[in-house]
């Protein structure tokens, strides 16, 4: 699976939107972008992934850009909740064996400030 | 809602001593991981499996070893703790093909 890239921390003001980048440049053709989030004592949680279109659901945005080198996860209206680690992953869409696992680097940090 | 569960939230034990994980998930998948995460190192793949009684190796297996007897439940041995196996465990389960992971809440164990 590609590496990624990101920040090892940001802060976001509450209210206002956190955008988070992610470089992967050595994304394969049929390696999807995933985004998980930890927040403090939990499990990560998934938020959103996608190949090369846009992607919206209720959490959050995900925009590639055109030759998916890096994509920016946006938060529209960031809240205190929101403070967690931010793992973006890139992973081949397997069908079992060693293909599709989740390799985590150390993500970024995000602190939502009042 | 996908569950998964681990058997402790918290964990102490004795050097030495042969440790069982448990993880159990309830919604039929085919693949489950075991992580450990470790400050300033990030979460590592330990073994994962992608059907009963089938494993794989992942980053970090050495000290470890998993059964995985049902579907449903994924077990993480450690044959004979060590201090630096002191960590957060933490279990995730997928579903074959294009899905996201579900992780359990983490066991943190001490080993003393």
């Known amino acids: 699976d590609a590496k990624t890239t990101q920040p090892p921390s940001m802060d976001c003001a509450e209210g206002r939107a956190a955008n988070l980048p992610c470089n992967h440049s050595t994304i394969s053709g049929n390696e999807y972008v995933y985004w998980y989030r930890q927040i403090h004592s939990q499990g990560p949680q998934y938020i959103i992934h996608?190949?090369?279109n846009n992607e919206t659901n209720e959490m959050a945005s995900l925009i590639i850009t055109e030759d998916r080198k890096s994509s920016t996860l946006i938060l529209p209206h960031a809240t205190l909740r929101d403070t967690a680690v931010y793992y973006c992953?890139?992973?081949?869409?397997?069908?079992?064996?060693?293909?599709?696992?989740?390799?985590f680097g150390k993500g970024t940090k995000l602190s939502v400030k009042p | 809602d996908v569950k998964v569960t681990q058997s402790s939230r918290y964990l102490v034990k004795r050097t030495g001593e042969k440790v069982f994980l448990e993880c159990v998930q309830d919604m039929d998948h085919e693949n489950m991981f075991w992580y450990r995460q470790d400050p300033g190192l990030g979460l590592r793949l330990i073994y994962f499996s992608y059907d009963v009684k089938m494993k794989e190796k992942g980053d970090i297996p050495e000290g470890y070893s998993v059964s995985r007897e049902k579907k449903e439940r994924f077990s993480l041995i450690l044959e004979s703790a060590s201090t630096n196996q002191t960590s957060m465990y933490l279990c995730a389960s997928r579903n074959t093909g294009n899905t996201e992971a579900f992780f359990g809440q983490g066991t943190r164990l001490t080993v003393v």
């Open positions: 992953i890139v992973r081949v869409a397997g069908y079992g064996g060693s293909q599709g696992n989740l390799i």
């Open positions: 996608g190949l090369k």
